[in-house]
């Protein structure tokens, strides 16, 4: 007859030691035990780190041997139960509380009544604690000679296969990587979602708009990855997919989204986003006041400055003294001036950036070799044409010799007219795309094509919010404001390309007069 029930537990540390050794070892050797001196077993099994508390395994034997169901506990070796200050009192204090069997390997350990068992049991303890360091340590100290070697710790990033720990081109996934990145900064890509569902149908893929944003800002792909471990940061080389240039355009574009959100604020305006506090740095809001007349007015203002309610309510009121705005009346700035000055010199710069004539003069030029290639293609179709109506006219010619029957003429006829009627749709189908010009006004110099086109742009009216939204978020990054006093302002413009002005000795500080009041306008170049 049994003795009673003792619950033999088992420990290994991942799943690959699940089904190994050490596990079957461990269960082999608590089972010979318990049938060698009169008990029946049950076996409890963790796949666990030795330094965690949580044990499944752990805690049904423990409810079992607090409900009596089982009166001991067999394990190969303390150190598969205990590799920790915490796991040593709480496993004292199951002993306690139950009085237990304890037993460790063959031999029966008292933990209760022997002093020399129970400072056994501490030893064991300590030297688990330190077996466990020496791991730690050794395993801390491998990650680190790797990372030096340019090794990438995690899983790699689309677009990459890793073997050993050194990342490879994936061939397919990269060309993939490549025209992910060339199709987000088309102007016909405006939100995250709509991109990643064009993106998945075209690649035949299922990846969220989350990670294609994660993708997006993957600095890898440019070729230098920082992998930072503990207090220690390193940079390591990988191969490159995507060129410093077009990420930081990528980048750009995220960046531009993130500050053009909607929020709470549902109203849509010419500068959402873009405006900053020139003095404590910070983002100016819209804010609107009642006026006598019941009409709103709208106006700009520093998120820092005002009352208490504009201020974060976890911070203390010391801290809120510190980072409120100093600025003068918190540079608050009239809506509608703020937009009326900025388009004023906007195009007043546009005129003088040598960067801007160079894109329009690609541009010129790009028109005339579409139009080129366009006339091309209509000589060309215009040729097949001919060349189909000789071959109608010769099956003709044979019907008329009697070499060709009625039938086969008309089938042949009807074939031929099918052909010639796809080729002038061809025709009329580049008329439509080609790029119009009138001869009598064919610009000579792409500079006066610049000067028409960006006429054409500061005439847009200002009730035609959309197009003159599109001209400011093309050109315009961020504004940072500064009020100096009632009638003057130093607003500081970040623009979206390189708008290098033509006249080096040019004062970056220039006067723009609207409605009778002077405003300075400070030009940095991005």
Same mark, same amino acid.
């Given at each position: 007859?049994?003795?009673?029930?003792?619950?033999?537990?088992?420990?290994?540390?991942?799943?690959?030691?699940?089904?190994?050794?050490?596990?079957?070892?461990?269960?082999? /050797?608590?089972?010979?035990? #318990?049938?060698?001196?009169?008990?029946?077993?049950?076996?409890?099994?963790?796949?666990?780190?030795? =330094?965690?508390?949580?044990?499944?395994?752990?805690?049904?034997?423990?409810?079992?041997?607090?409900?009596?169901?089982?009166?001991?506990?067999?394990?190969?070796?303390?150190?598969?139960?205990?590799?920790?200050?915490?796991?040593?009192?709480?496993?004292?204090?199951?002993?306690?509380?139950?009085?237990?069997?304890?037993?460790?390997?063959?031999?029966?350990?008292?933990?209760?009544?022997?002093?020399?068992?129970?400072?056994?049991?501490?030893?064991?303890?300590?030297?688990?604690?330190?077996?466990?360091?020496?791991? $730690?340590?050794?395993?801390?100290?491998?990650?680190?000679?790797?990372?030096?070697?340019?090794?990438?710790?995690?899983?790699?990033?689309?677009?990459?296969?890793?073997? /050993?720990?050194?990342?490879?081109?994936?061939?397919?996934?990269?060309?993939?990587? =490549? +025209?992910?990145?060339?199709?987000?900064?088309?102007?016909?890509?405006?939100?995250?979602?709509?991109?990643?569902?064009?993106?998945?149908?075209?690649?035949?893929?299922?990846?969220?708009?989350?990670?294609?944003?994660?993708?997006?800002?993957?600095?890898?792909?440019?070729?230098?990855?920082?992998? @930072?471990?503990?207090?220690?940061?390193?940079?390591?080389?990988?191969?490159?997919?995507?060129? =410093?240039?077009?990420?930081?355009?990528?980048?750009?574009?995220?960046?531009?989204?993130?500050?053009?959100?909607?929020?709470?604020?549902? $109203?849509?305006?010419?500068?959402?986003?873009?405006?900053?506090?020139?003095?404590?740095?910070?983002?100016?809001?819209?804010?609107?006041?009642?006026?006598?007349?019941?009409?709103?007015?709208?106006?700009?203002?520093?998120?820092?400055?005002?009352?208490?309610?504009?201020?974060? $309510?976890?911070?203390? /009121?010391?801290?809120?003294?510190?980072?409120?705005? =100093?600025?003068?009346?918190?540079?608050?700035?009239?809506?509608?001036?703020?937009?009326?000055?900025?388009?004023?010199?906007?195009?007043?710069?546009?005129? +003088?950036?040598?960067?801007?004539?160079?894109?329009?003069?690609?541009?010129?030029?790009?028109?005339?070799?579409?139009?080129?290639?366009?006339?091309?293609?209509?000589?060309?179709?215009?040729?097949?044409?001919?060349?189909?109506?000789?071959?109608?006219?010769?099956?003709?010619?044979? $019907?008329?010799?009697?070499?060709?029957?009625?039938?086969?003429?008309?089938?042949?006829?009807?074939?031929?007219?099918?052909?010639?009627?796809?080729?002038?749709?061809?025709?009329?189908?580049?008329?439509?795309?080609?790029?119009?010009?009138?001869?009598?006004?064919?610009?000579?110099?792409?500079?006066?094509?610049?000067?028409?086109?960006?006429?054409?742009?500061?005439?847009?009216?200002?009730?035609?919010?959309?197009?003159? @939204?599109?001209?400011?978020?093309?050109?315009?990054?961020?504004?940072?404001?500064?009020?100096?006093?009632?009638?003057?302002?130093?607003?500081? #413009?970040?623009?979206?390309?390189?708008?290098?002005?033509?006249?080096?000795?040019?004062?970056?500080?220039?006067?723009?007069?609207?409605?009778?009041?002077?405003?300075?306008?400070?030009?940095?170049?991005?």
């Amino acid at each position: 007859m049994s003795k009673g029930i003792i619950g033999i537990y088992c420990r290994v540390s991942s799943d690959s030691q699940k089904d190994g050794y050490s596990l079957d070892t461990q269960s082999e /050797d608590g089972r010979k035990w #318990c049938d060698e001196n009169g008990y029946s077993n049950e076996v409890f099994v963790d796949v666990i780190s030795g =330094k965690t508390t949580k044990r499944e395994g752990f805690d049904r034997l423990q409810t079992k041997l607090y409900s009596g169901e089982i009166i001991g506990i067999f394990v190969r070796d303390f150190n598969r139960l205990i590799r920790g200050s915490e796991i040593e009192f709480f496993f004292s204090k199951i002993v306690d509380d139950t009085k237990c069997i304890v037993v460790e390997g063959g031999k029966q350990i008292d933990l209760i009544n022997s002093l020399s068992d129970n400072t056994y049991f501490l030893m064991k303890s300590m030297l688990g604690k330190v077996n466990r360091n020496e791991i $730690h340590f050794n395993s801390r100290r491998g990650i680190i000679e790797s990372l030096k070697k340019g090794k990438v710790r995690g899983k790699t990033k689309f677009g990459y296969d890793k073997k /050993d720990g050194i990342p490879s081109l994936n061939k397919e996934e990269s060309i993939i990587v =490549k +025209d992910v990145f060339k199709c987000f900064l088309y102007k016909s890509t405006t939100d995250m979602k709509s991109f990643s569902k064009k993106m998945n149908e075209k690649h035949n893929l299922n990846i969220s708009d989350v990670n294609y944003k994660r993708f997006l800002q993957y600095e890898g792909y440019v070729g230098k990855l920082t992998q @930072k471990y503990m207090e220690l940061s390193f940079e390591t080389e990988i191969p490159q997919i995507i060129d =410093k240039e077009v990420f930081d355009k990528v980048i750009q574009k995220l960046n531009s989204w993130k500050r053009k959100r909607k929020g709470r604020d549902t $109203h849509n305006y010419l500068l959402k986003g873009m405006v900053f506090c020139g003095n404590c740095g910070d983002r100016m809001y819209k804010r609107g006041s009642k006026g006598k007349s019941g009409l709103y007015h709208y106006y700009y203002v520093c998120k820092n400055y005002g009352s208490r309610g504009y201020k974060n $309510h976890y911070i203390t /009121d010391e801290e809120w003294e510190l980072k409120k705005c =100093k600025g003068f009346k918190g540079n608050t700035i009239n809506f509608g001036l703020v937009d009326e000055l900025v388009w004023e010199f906007l195009f007043k710069f546009l005129n +003088d950036s040598n960067s801007v004539k160079e894109e329009y003069k690609k541009k010129f030029i790009q028109n005339k070799v579409e139009v080129n290639k366009v006339k091309s293609k209509e000589r060309y179709y215009q040729k097949k044409i001919s060349e189909v109506e000789k071959k109608k006219f010769t099956t003709y010619n044979q $019907h008329l010799d009697g070499k060709l029957s009625l039938e086969n003429f008309n089938q042949f006829d009807r074939m031929f007219n099918e052909e010639i009627n796809q080729i002038k749709d061809r025709i009329h189908s580049l008329k439509e795309t080609e790029i119009e010009f009138d001869d009598s006004e064919m610009l000579s110099d792409f500079l006066e094509y610049l000067k028409s086109e960006l006429n054409n742009l500061y005439s847009i009216s200002k009730s035609n919010f959309n197009d003159r @939204k599109r001209v400011i978020d093309k050109y315009i990054d961020t504004l940072e404001i500064r009020r100096i006093n009632d009638k003057e302002y130093d607003i500081n #413009c970040n623009f979206v390309l390189d708008l290098e002005i033509e006249t080096k000795e040019m004062n970056p500080t220039q006067n723009v007069s609207l409605r009778g009041s002077n405003f300075y306008i400070k030009n940095t170049i991005s």
